[in-house]
């Protein structure tokens, strides 16, 4: 079902992206799991060469994610967003989960929000992602308490499309 929605999304060709935030958000969270499981079936070497074919499947498109305007810039961040009530909690005992923060299109943009993330207390790894830019991830987190709070961080930063998963891609 939420394939068929992400290639209908997709498929939509040069839509808009929803003028709903909330809209927009929910559209970025579904291309991107979509994007993650794809990234996740591919050969490392795939990754690198991109749009080539290899083994008979292409390696994950990204213009779905930079066509709804899920790949954001420093200017769509909370600039004076008090966040010294987002302190990271103290850390627990579980299964390594993590948060997608946000996919910055500049390296500078991704590295001073993960510095931001970090003088939190948070655990801050950034990828780059072929086509996108900077991935910005926050954990290992380790119980759902530390998850929430991750979310509540990304909502307060104003990064409402932030979800969580359970391995870095």
Same mark, same amino acid.
């Given at each position: 079902?939420?394939?068929?929605?992400?290639?209908?999304?997709?498929?939509?060709?040069?839509?808009?992206?929803?003028?709903?935030?909330?809209?927009?958000?929910?559209?970025?969270?579904?291309?991107?799991?979509?994007?993650?499981?794809?990234?996740?079936?591919?050969?490392?070497?795939?990754?690198?060469?991109?749009?080539?074919?290899?083994?008979?499947?292409?390696?994950?498109?990204?213009?779905?994610?930079?066509?709804?305007?899920?790949?954001?810039?420093?200017?769509?961040?909370?600039?004076?967003?008090?966040?010294?009530?987002?302190?990271?909690? =103290?850390?627990?005992?579980?299964?390594?989960?993590?948060?997608? %923060?946000? *996919?910055? @299109?500049?390296? #500078? $943009? +991704?590295? &001073? /929000?993960?510095?931001?993330?970090?003088?939190?207390?948070?655990?801050?790894?950034?990828?780059?992602? =072929?086509?996108?830019?900077?991935?910005?991830?926050?954990?290992? %987190?380790? *119980?759902? @308490?530390?998850? #929430? $709070? +991750?979310? &509540? /961080?990304?909502?307060?930063?104003?990064?409402?499309?932030?979800?969580?998963?359970?391995?870095?891609?």
């Amino acid at each position: 079902m939420r394939t068929a929605l992400v290639l209908s999304l997709l498929a939509a060709g040069c839509a808009a992206a929803p003028a709903d935030p909330a809209a927009r958000a929910g559209t970025c969270r579904a291309l991107f799991q979509v994007y993650d499981r794809e990234v996740a079936r591919q050969p490392p070497a795939m990754l690198e060469l991109d749009e080539t074919l290899l083994f008979g499947r292409r390696a994950p498109d990204p213009a779905g994610l930079r066509q709804y305007r899920c790949v954001r810039f420093e200017s769509d961040l909370a600039a004076g967003a008090d966040l010294s009530a987002h302190r990271a909690p =103290p850390p627990g005992q579980g299964a390594a989960r993590y948060v997608h %923060l946000a *996919t910055m @299109a500049a390296d #500078g $943009a +991704a590295a &001073r /929000l993960a510095g931001r993330v970090a003088a939190l207390g948070y655990r801050v790894e950034t990828r780059g992602a =072929p086509g996108l830019g900077r991935r910005v991830f926050v954990g290992p %987190l380790r *119980t759902p @308490a530390e998850v #929430g $709070a +991750a979310l &509540r /961080l990304a909502a307060a930063l104003g990064l409402d499309d932030a979800y969580p998963l359970s391995r870095i891609p």
